[in-house]
């Protein structure tokens, strides 16, 4: 069984930045993501990772904004996000799953485990 909980969401003026945290308990996992739904629109993958390789997955529309990265001795990953729009509102989910296929990792149903969400809002 895999728990993960997000934090540092919030409200900020487009062009401003955030990072957020998903603090994992548990091992059952091989992949790790972040998404994002906006209000009344379908969740969306943003950026994703196998833990142990340095390359990383991003949404075309976050590419050069966003970095995922992770803190392995604090069990924790994060996603900076920079020059923000606000496009980039809504609640952004951190999930974690087995090993899925890179083509995959945009799809909210190749992970089985998800955090709460935290709301992001860009807007002046």
């Known amino acids: 069984q895999v728990q993960l909980v997000e934090s540092g969401g919030g409200s900020v003026q487009p062009g401003g930045s955030l990072t957020l945290s998903c603090t994992i308990s548990g091992s059952a996992y091989s992949t790790l993501a972040w998404f994002r739904q906006p209000v009344g629109k379908d969740r969306e993958g943003v950026a994703a990772?196998?833990?142990?390789?340095?390359?990383?997955y991003y949404a075309d529309a976050v590419t050069g904004r966003f970095t995922i990265s992770q803190d392995v001795a604090k069990n924790q990953i994060f996603l900076q996000m920079r020059s923000l729009k606000p496009e980039d509102t809504g609640v952004y989910y951190c999930?974690?799953?087995?090993?899925?296929?890179?083509?995959?990792?945009?799809?909210?149903?190749?992970?089985?485990?998800w955090g709460q969400g935290t709301q992001v809002t860009v807007s002046s």
């Open positions: 999930a974690a799953g087995d090993r899925v296929a890179s083509w995959h990792l945009s799809r909210p149903t190749s992970f089985r485990y």
């Open positions: 990772f196998y833990p142990g390789d340095d390359t990383k």
